[in-house]
């Protein structure tokens, strides 16, 4: 027993103990930034209406907007320029055509840039998302010291890491979890009084899927 005792005390060394136990997310974290993305509009004087390149742009930024997006919807266009008139008539009408599409009005939100002349004007249309960046692998340093002091090696878990850091489809959720949808109250109703009218409530089974599943 004293023997069993003295092994099991040098597994568990000074360089093997509490402090050294970090898990796989504390030695190969990942890395959440947000990033400013941004639609441009060329305004022009000659035309009194968005044109249906610039439906289809804005269509297309919409869409990754309400899977990206995070925080309001931006339109802000120039000042201090002979375009002031047009920017703030165009951006109405993105704004305008924005809520078309399927961007409530809650997240349209306006601003302006100051601009330096009037060559090049533009419309800005911008949101921010997130970026995961995990850690990089392939660290080879220390590897025997840490098979000498019983420890996982350096790159233990760092691929699982970059793997998720890959998959998510919001990496806001790292930071926060995501807001619950509203509750389909029609799909309840529909339960509740087919319940109390005595219909079969559960889902609807297929035998011979099960008896495929056991041979």
């Known amino acids: 027993m004293a023997s069993i005792a003295a092994l099991a005390a040098g597994c568990a060394g000074a360089w093997n103990g509490r402090d050294q136990a970090m898990t796989v997310a504390e030695e190969h974290p990942i890395s959440v930034d947000s990033q400013t993305v941004t639609l441009t509009i060329d305004l022009d004087r000659s035309t009194k209406e968005l044109t249906s390149v610039d439906k289809a742009r804005l269509r297309a930024f919409a869409d990754s907007y309400l899977t990206n997006g995070h925080g309001p919807l931006t339109v802000t266009a120039p000042s201090g320029t002979s375009d002031d008139f047009d920017g703030q008539e165009t951006a109405s009408d993105v704004r305008k055509y924005l809520n078309e599409i399927g961007v409530a009005w ?82 309840r109703i529909r339960g509740v009084q087919a319940y109390r009218e005595g219909a079969v409530t559960v889902s609807e089974t297929d035998n011979n899927i099960k008896s495929q599943i056991a041979e």
């Open 106 to 187: 809650s997240d349209i939100t306006g601003s302006s840039y100051r601009a330096a002349d009037d060559r090049g004007t533009k419309l800005i249309v911008s949101y921010t998302h997130y970026v995961a960046t995990p850690s990089a692998c392939g660290v080879w340093a220390g590897v025997k010291a840490r098979d000498y002091a019983n420890m996982h090696t350096p790159n233990f878990g760092c691929a699982t890491q970059n793997n998720i850091a890959a998959m998510l489809a919001d990496p806001h959720d790292l930071i926060a979890p995501a807001d619950e949808t509203p509750p389909d109250s029609t799909a």
